[in-house]
């Protein structure tokens, strides 16, 4: 499709486990952007990718977080023992370059029982 | 620090009826961008607009206006006749502009509005 796609829609997984959430963005965009979105929260910025460099990486909520992207283009939000705090929705966004606005996928609903 | 404002949490009109929904915004940069997105029951963020700080011309697009006064740091958003459709959540939001941070244009967001839509 043209649009951001992300997957999987849901994931339902068990605290203590590892999750990987993957994001293919629009082709063509070389900056993706990593949110999470809960209750609590609201909106907040993980991550930032410029190609496959990470230039900013100040949101992600501790060492138990972690994403890569490759070949300028699907990126992977991975996060290590999670804990049910995690819980949220996941979206990705990306842009034709760093200063265009950002679309965003369907996002990844992430449940931790 | 940014940060953005949206001070109704929710709000309820009746089909036809006109609804401003309201952004405050505060930020140190002196050039930045603001944004309004919107969120249906689908989930998906939809992309509405972006003003540049240094362009506070109003702007128009169909029934959607949006009302951008620096002096006020508000960005407002106004739909004219509204629809059923229109029913969703809509976030303000607000991004440097230059990404001189390595920031790129991250996103600070506002709460949300939540527009119900009523026949």
């Known amino acids: 499709g043209a649009g951001v796609s992300q997957s999987p829609s849901n994931k339902v997984t068990e605290k203590g486990k590892d999750v990987e959430l993957r994001c293919d963005p629009i082709s063509g965009h070389t900056a993706l952007y990593w949110y999470r979105q809960s209750l609590g929260q609201g909106l907040e910025f993980l991550i930032y990718?410029?190609?496959?460099?990470?230039?900013?990486k100040s949101g992600l909520p501790s060492d138990r977080f972690s994403a890569e992207r490759t070949g300028g283009s699907v990126s992977t939000l991975t996060i290590q023992r999670t804990q049910q705090e995690d819980s949220a929705v996941y979206l990705c966004?990306?842009?034709?370059?760093?200063?265009?606005?950002?679309?965003f996928g369907d996002g990844t609903r992430l449940s931790i029982l | 620090a940014q940060k953005v404002t949206q001070a109704q949490t929710e709000i309820s009109v009746v089909e036809k009826e006109d609804v401003t929904l309201d952004c405050v915004y505060e930020?140190?940069?002196?050039?930045?961008?603001l944004f309004w997105y919107k969120q249906p029951p689908s989930g998906e963020l939809v992309f509405l607009i972006r003003?540049?700080?240094?362009?506070?011309q109003n702007e128009i697009s169909g029934r959607y206006s949006w009302n951008f006064q620096k002096s006020t740091s508000s960005f407002n958003f106004t739909i004219t006749a509204s629809q059923v459709v229109d029913s969703a959540v809509y976030f303000c939001?607000?991004?440097?502009?230059?990404?001189?941070?390595?920031?790129?244009?991250?996103?600070?967001f506002g709460t949300g509005t939540q527009l119900k839509v009523e026949l």
């Open positions: 990718f410029q190609g496959n460099s990470a230039p900013d």
């Open positions: 930020t140190r940069d002196t050039t930045y961008y």
């Open positions: 003003r540049n700080s240094f362009d506070e």
């Open positions: 939001a607000l991004s440097e502009a230059w990404g001189v941070t390595g920031g790129g244009n991250k996103l600070t």
């Open positions: 966004a990306s842009s034709l370059g760093a200063r265009q606005p950002q679309h």
